[in-house]
């Protein structure tokens, strides 16, 4: 891998290397139902847990080839999990084993555990499974009891196998279990719902339809809750917020209004779990046949069913299973006779460890609390996620007539209150465009829209600014924009500078008393010049926000940027295919290209969803050296059943080894052993349409930053118009860990390298050793960053509800 582990941390960190898995034995197996990404944890356990000298093995068809031993166990070598990240569903099998629910069948597994001394489980699966793992822990000394009396083993075996532990990692598309933000599976699931909607979509249109889709949620509607924001739904019906009596008339009523505006489509979608105040169930063909009684409109119904757990793997699922499969078989190598089981969660961005039925006890709360019809309290159980899901979805659902807005006169006539609630907001995109600018602008004109304001789009950035391209946008123009990639207002990588004058003059003329910007790097610069420029133009004197939009995802101040995700799946995608093409010729490397400037994001993230061998970035140094062992590190592979090689380059790691001179390198050093080919993806990475999590990401945060402009709006309201300097006006809304922060740009300046259009300090870099694990290359990893051991304990599910 390319350059060395870093410089060296205090001695008081616990690295990897430290923790010994010799001569403990590891059992990974996938429970339940199946979820795309399951393959990408099993392959993670595998890896990390030889790689610390443990042997593993795969249990396969869940807890029934566990009861049935035999065959169904095998140990697991490095090159059989080869191939198995961008594979759906589990390659291990999966099945409900009425069996292990007895006790009977319980200690037949006790006793397959014990003949091959695995005393360390993985358990992938729902809250059933887990809890049926947890059960068998706690029984596992009396188990071994009972096979010692029945003469089935010795005295010797139980000493040495004395205790079970288990660490559980959560598989359900369903999202539906406490205490992580995000479940295996789940976004794979979205990315399937979501481009049967935006072909649905197409159709729609054509023939001025509507469509009923229902998707999976017997219990949770998480699913249905976030695709509705993806696509712009006009209804949805989940289990945790039945609708009021009296909704088939306010139903058909929105439907009705949408239509004679001239929107060709309707999209209403359902939860299979759906029901109504009196827990009735509510069913697509219900609401067709409604529909249809009421307004005659044409309409279609569309029940997604089991394609939902189908396909590839997303890149995010891959990714957090693979840190939840490294994370898994550190929590068993640091595993006491104390240790509760615990389960691996996903807060933030980062991996963490929970008690186990801590969280499967608040999982079945939520439930409880709907079966007693206590929806709000499911809705709070379910998490802040789950709740700003809902929040954002309510808020961009109403919409305020024309007879509601503010009058023109009203305002003129100098009535403070008036004024005091209506403000002109101006949003506009600067930079290079990236998936999710339009979701972002499309929730900041209807939110701005229900807010009171008046809202007002900027084309082609501050180019269009200085010119006047500036035009009111109203709640109809943005209809359809959530699908749409790129940048429907245009965009530009000028900086305002040069135009401040004519910018101020334009802003004095619209009368804009707000700007929310959209975009990457260039967007951070331009407002740092605004702000600075405060005290020569007091138009500048106004709230202003910016939302990172870059697919490089090199913004100071946030941990993710709008867009990188729908990159990042265009760039895994890619390499799915092109490492497919090796499949039929042997020994072959490929060296991909990648953008991201000077930032390593896309390189080093795509790398880890994609299976690469090597990763070169601008943030780690490499020199000839580190290129030769690569190469030497390849040639060792090949000699394996493995026989083909990635390697990713980002686009400016290195001013003198380029992309050609790697593929040179590669190609004279490894002659005779392997042949190389290489791909610069270029701009297909800024393209399509956004991903799931992209619309739903920036439809949420553009959501927040128009609720802060109200606020600061409101707060800099004096004297009959809007005036601010303060240095928190003029804001960046980023994502720290796991919450949503307003930070001033002004204060972000000493966190960034304007050199090289990067952050100080990037997280992702973390996850670098955690590839090259995976990769099979020896490395530090830190532990207790990775991880945070010490809180496997203390943490409570409650402490880590997310925020976004």
Known sequence: MAGNAGPKRQDTRKFVENLSGAGKCIAVLTSGGDAQGMNAAVRAVVRMGIYVGAKVYFIHEGYQGMVDGGDNIKEATWESVSSMLQVGGTVIGSARCKEFRTHEGRLKAAHNLVQRGITNLCVIGGDGSLTGANLFREEWSGLLNELLEQGLINEEAVSSNSVLHIVGMVGSIDNDFCGTDMTIGTDSALHRIIEVVDAIMTTAQSHQRTFVLEVMGRHCGYLALVSALACGADWVFIPEMPPDDGWEDNMCQKLSENRADKKRLNIIIVAEGAIDSHNKAITPDYIKDLVVRCLGFDTRVTILGHVQRGGTPSAFDRILASRMGVEAVLALLEASTET??????????????????????????????????????????????????????????????????????????????????????????????????????????????????????????????????????????????????????????????????????????????????????????????????????????????????????????????????????????????????????????????????????????????????????????FDIRDLQANVEHLTQKMKTSIQRGLVLRNENCNENFTTDFIYQLYSEEGRGVFDCRKNILGHMQQGGAPSPFDRNFGTKVAAKAMQWITRMLKESYKGGKVFTNAEDTACLLGMRRRAMVFQPVAQLREETDFEHRIPKEQWWLKLRPLMKILAKYKTFYDVSDAGQLEHVTRVRPKDFQPSV
């Open 340 to 621: 509760p089981a615990c389960v691996v969660s996903l807060v933030g961005n980062q991996a963490v460890r929970l008690p186990l039925m801590e969280c499967v006890q608040m999982t079945q709360e939520v439930q409880k609390a709907m079966d007693e019809k206590k929806f709000d309290e499911a809705v709070r159980l379910r998490g802040r996620s789950f709740e700003n899901n809902l929040s954002t979805y309510r808020l961009l659902s109403y919409r305020k007539l024309d007879s509601e807005l503010p009058n023109g006169e009203e305002e003129e006539a100098g009535d403070e209150e008036q004024c005091h609630s209506s403000f002109n907001v101006a949003v506009m995109n600067v930079g290079a465009p990236a998936a999710g600018m339009n979701a972002a602008v499309r929730s900041a004109v209807r939110v701005g829209i229900t807010e009171g304001h008046k809202m007002f789009a900027v084309n082609d950035g501050f180019e269009g600014f200085a010119k006047g391209q500036i035009k009111e946008i109203k709640w109809g123009d943005v209809g359809g924009w959530t699908g749409q990639g790129g940048s429907l207002l245009g965009t530009k990588r000028t900086l305002p500078a040069k135009h401040l004058a004519k910018i101020a003059e334009q802003m004095r003329i619209h009368n804009i008393n707000a700007l929310l910007v959209i975009g990457g790097f260039e967007a951070f610069e331009s407002l740092l010049e605004l702000y600075e420029a405060r005290a020569h133009h007091e138009e500048f004197c106004v709230p202003m926000c910016i939302l990172p939009a870059t697919i490089s995802n090199n913004v100071p101040g946030t941990d993710h940027s709008l867009g990188a995700d729908t990159s990042l799946n265009a760039i895994v995608e890619t390499c799915d295919r092109i490492k497919q093409s090796a499949s039929g010729t042997k020994r072959r490397v490929f060296i991909i290209e990648t953008m991201g400037g000077y930032c390593g994001y896309l390189a080093t993230v795509g790398g880890l969803a994609a299976g690469a061998d090597t990763v070169y970035i601008y943030e780690e140094t």
